[in-house]
């Protein structure tokens, strides 16, 4: 026999309010005190309540439902970042019955989803300086929370890893470890995170009295980890000789420790190898990699709760949430 539906009734009762709390609650309501929320929330997380989309959409006005725009590039797949992001939305929006939907779509559907109800907002990921939907949603002054500083400056609401922070303590590692001859295969150099990255790590070498770092470009993926490792090895960018090399991510450094060992170069005895992320790819290398941890649920999370509230009040000042990054040291270095 089917379970008849958890009713808004029972979980005021689980939670001890009134039903018109929890309709509150339900239906996004700025107002709930926040402990009183929670309580709440719990309720519907322990009785299993599912709204009414359809009835709570005509109360509000809303779709019920956010956006994850993700990159069009074919990255998501094989790129472990993106689950965990979904992984630290979605303990966020389901109490609130709030579905999560992810698109790779262009720019003019998303614009369209948010302004034909289709939509409450969204969260972009992976945006780069030629990206217009930024500055698309700006102006038409829709719900939207970045997963990275504007690489211009902008008038939107973003969360972050402090990226040169990240990269500096990877410098700080190779040199303590006795590192002197240093490079790093940096991310896209157009994205935030590449441009970052990059930064940092010079500046630390810099705080170092150490030459300028051996710098070749890749792009956040094995494949051009591996493109790049095979580059460094060239003589043309000095890279030849490195004793220790930070890969802006730990997914290139999956496609670039293979090649480094069929050079004859042996991690750590002859190069030291830090990535960033601290993804699975940085335990499933070998050697298992050290790196640069960003607490990327946690940061996802505040995404959400941050859109949430943007949707709420539209008219919320613009904000930032830098968290800091911390070092996982593993074998490769």
Same mark, same amino acid.
């Given at each position: 026999?089917?379970?008849?539906?958890?009713?808004?009734?029972?979980v005021?009762?689980?939670a001890? !309010?009134?039903?018109?709390?929890?309709? #509150? *609650? =339900?239906? %996004? $309501?700025a107002? &709930?005190? /926040?402990?009183l929320?929670?309580?709440?929330?719990?309720?519907?997380?322990?009785?299993?309540?599912?709204p009414?989309?359809?009835?709570?959409?005509?109360?509000t006005?809303?779709?019920?439902?956010?956006?994850?725009?993700?990159p069009?590039?074919?990255?998501? !797949?094989?790129?472990?970042?993106?689950? #965990? *992001? =979904?992984? %630290? $939305?979605?303990? &966020?929006? /389901?109490?609130?019955?709030?579905?999560?939907?992810?698109?790779?779509?262009?720019?003019r559907?998303v614009?369209?989803?948010?302004?034909q109800?289709?939509?409450?907002g969204?969260?972009?990921?992976?945006?780069?300086?030629?990206?217009?939907l930024?500055?698309?949603?700006?102006?038409?002054?829709?719900p939207? *929370?970045?997963?990275?500083?504007?690489?211009?400056?902008?008038?939107?609401?973003?969360?972050?890893?402090?990226?040169?922070?990240?990269?500096?303590?990877?410098?700080?590692?190779?040199?303590?470890?006795?590192?002197?001859?240093?490079?790093?295969?940096?991310?896209?150099l157009?994205?935030p995170?590449?441009?970052?990255?990059?930064?940092?790590?010079?500046?630390? *070498?810099?705080?170092?009295?150490?030459?300028?770092p051996a710098?070749?470009?890749?792009?956040?993926?094995?494949?051009?980890?591996?493109?790049?490792?095979?580059?460094?090895a060239?003589?043309?960018?000095?890279?030849?000789?490195?004793?220790?090399?930070f890969?802006?991510?730990?997914?290139?450094?999956?496609?670039?420790?293979?090649?480094?060992?069929?050079?004859?170069?042996?991690?750590?005895?002859?190069?030291k190898?830090?990535?960033?992320?601290?993804?699975?790819?940085?335990?499933?290398?070998?050697?298992p990699?050290?790196?640069?941890?960003?607490?990327v649920?946690?940061?996802?999370?505040?995404?959400?709760?941050l859109?949430?509230?943007r949707?709420?009040?539209?008219?919320?000042?613009?904000?930032s949430?830098?968290?800091?990054?911390?070092?996982?040291v593993?074998?490769?270095?």
């Amino acid at each position: 026999m089917d379970r008849r539906p958890v009713t808004l009734e029972e979980v005021a009762r689980i939670a001890g !309010v009134s039903r018109a709390t929890v309709s #509150r *609650v =339900v239906n %996004g $309501v700025a107002t &709930v005190d /926040r402990e009183l929320r929670q309580v709440v929330e719990k309720a519907i997380s322990t009785t299993g309540y599912t709204p009414n989309r359809a009835a709570r959409s005509l109360v509000t006005r809303r779709a019920g439902a956010i956006g994850l725009v993700l990159p069009e590039e074919g990255r998501t !797949v094989h790129d472990p970042y993106f689950g #965990r *992001v =979904v992984s %630290g $939305v979605l303990p &966020v929006i /389901r109490p609130l019955g709030v579905q999560l939907v992810l698109t790779t779509g262009d720019h003019r559907e998303v614009v369209d989803d948010i302004r034909q109800r289709r939509l409450d907002g969204v969260i972009l990921i992976h945006t780069h300086g030629a990206d217009p939907l930024p500055r698309q949603l700006i102006d038409a002054n829709l719900p939207v *929370v970045l997963a990275a500083r504007p690489v211009r400056p902008m008038s939107i609401t973003y969360v972050d890893v402090d990226q040169a922070a990240g990269a500096g303590l990877a410098a700080d590692h190779l040199v303590a470890s006795g590192c002197r001859r240093l490079a790093t295969i940096t991310g896209p150099l157009e994205t935030p995170a590449g441009q970052d990255r990059l930064r940092g790590f010079r500046e630390a *070498v810099a705080r170092h009295g150490l030459p300028e770092p051996a710098v070749v470009e890749g792009d956040f993926s094995r494949e051009g980890g591996a493109e790049a490792a095979r580059r460094l090895a060239g003589a043309d960018v000095g890279g030849a000789d490195v004793d220790g090399l930070f890969i802006a991510s730990d997914l290139m450094a999956t496609g670039a420790l293979p090649v480094l060992r069929a050079g004859g170069r042996r991690v750590p005895e002859d190069v030291k190898v830090v990535g960033f992320d601290d993804s699975s790819p940085a335990v499933e290398c070998d050697p298992p990699l050290t790196t640069v941890r960003q607490p990327v649920e946690d940061m996802a999370a505040e995404m959400a709760r941050l859109l949430v509230e943007r949707v709420e009040r539209p008219d919320r000042p613009v904000s930032s949430v830098v968290f800091a990054p911390t070092l996982v040291v593993r074998r490769s270095s």
